[in-house]
C-alpha cells in the first residue's frame, strides 16, 4: 500500500500560497525532509515541517506510509519555503494549440469552416527554407492554401489578418483527471474550474 501511496499526487504551492505544480506524494516528501517545503494542514492553513508533521496522529482508515517505527500522514498540499515566482515555461508548439491560438479561423480570409477544412500554413513555404515555428505557421481553409500553394501571401496576393506570433505561456496548472483531491480545492483559483471543456 505504501507504493501505490508514494506514487499519489500533492499539490505544490509557492510562498505567496498559488497552485503551481502537482508532485508525488514521494517527492513532496523529500521537499519536506530538506526544509524546501512545510505540509499544510489543509482544514486549519497550519504549515509544518518534516518532524512536526510526522507527529501528528494518523486517522483510523486514512492513507499513510508505514516505516518500521512511525505512520506518517500523506501530506495533500505542501508550501515551498522559498519560491515565490512562477516555473517559467512556453506554450508546446503542436497542431492543438496553433488551432487554438488562431481561433479555428483561416488567417487569411476570416472564414470559420471548422476543423477539418482548415489547414496549417507555412507563411514562407517549406521549399524556401520556411519553418514550422509560431511565426511561421497559420490556419488557412483550403480555399486560401490553393490560392497561396507554394508562394508568400504577398506573391499570391494575400494578407495575414494578424501577425503569426508565439502564444504568452501561463501559469495555469493542469490536473489530470482523477488526480484532484477534495482538500485542493481552495487553493486553486477559480479561474482553473470556470475553464470551458473543450469537447
Known amino acids: 500500500m505504501s507504493v501505490q501511496v508514494l506514487d499519489q499526487r500533492a499539490l505544490v504551492l509557492n510562498t505567496g500560497w498559488t497552485a503551481i505544480a502537482t508532485v508525488p506524494v514521494r517527492s513532496a516528501l523529500q521537499l519536506l525532509v530538506r526544509g524546501a517545503a512545510r505540509a499544510v ?19 483510523p482508515a486514512s492513507p499513510c506510509i508505514r516505516t ?3 505512520s506518517i500522514r ?12 512562477f516555473p517559467r515555461g512556453s506554450v508546446t508548439f ?18 470559420r469552416p471548422g476543423s477539418p477544412e482548415l489547414s496549417i500554413d507555412h507563411v514562407v513555404p517549406r521549399s524556401r527554407g520556411g519553418r514550422a515555428t509560431w511565426t511561421n505557421c497559420v490556419l488557412a481553409c483550403v480555399s486560401c492554401n490553393r490560392r497561396k500553394a ?7 496576393g494575400l494578407t495575414l489578418l494578424s501577425l ?17 483531491r477534495l482538500s485542493w480545492q481552495r487553493y486553486l483559483s477559480e479561474r482553473y474550474w470556470d475553464t470551458p471543456l473543450e469537447p
Do not use: K, M
Not at 494542514?41 to 486517522?59: I, M, N, P, R, Y
Not at 479555428?104 to 476570416?110: L, V
Not at 503569426?164 to 484532484?180: D, N, Q, S, Y
Open 68 to 70: 518500521i517505527r512511525l
Open 41 to 59: 494542514e489543509t482544514e486549519t492553513d497550519q504549515t509544518l515541517d518534516f518532524h512536526s508533521w510526522a507527529d501528528l496522529a494518523v486517522a
Open 94 to 111: 503542436s497542431r492543438r494549440q496553433l488551432y487554438r491560438r488562431d481561433h479555428f479561423t483561416c488567417q487569411y480570409c476570416g472564414a
Open 74 to 85: 500523506v501530506p495533500e498540499v505542501i508550501v515551498l519555503t522559498g519560491f515565490n515566482g
Open 150 to 156: 507554394d508562394r508568400t501571401p504577398r506573391e499570391a
Open 164 to 180: 503569426p506570433i508565439e502564444p504568452r505561456w501561463t501559469p495555469t496548472l493542469e490536473i489530470p483527471v482523477g488526480t484532484r
